[in-house]
């Protein structure tokens, strides 16, 4: 698993059937799974993607905030 500081979201879709994890740091990324776990999972491995298609075609990486969102 990637090592990962950006802040994930995962939540439970009905509509989809299935958890989701986004990463609202990266707009519009996100990942399914049956379970968190797997979403989980799923989600750090287009992070990790992401990351490295970024550092190949030299464009910007934000900075990992943390926690964005406070309840």
Do not use: C, H
């Amino acid at each position: 698993m990637s090592n990962s500081k950006y802040e994930i979201i995962i939540y439970w879709s009905s509509d989809d059937d299935a958890f989701i994890a986004e990463v609202p740091e990266l707009a519009g990324y996100m990942a399914d799974g049956q379970t968190s776990i797997e979403a989980l999972n799923n989600v750090q491995t287009v992070i990790q993607e992401w990351l490295e298609t970024a550092k190949k075609l030299n464009r910007e990486i934000p900075k990992p905030k943390g926690k964005l969102i406070y309840a």
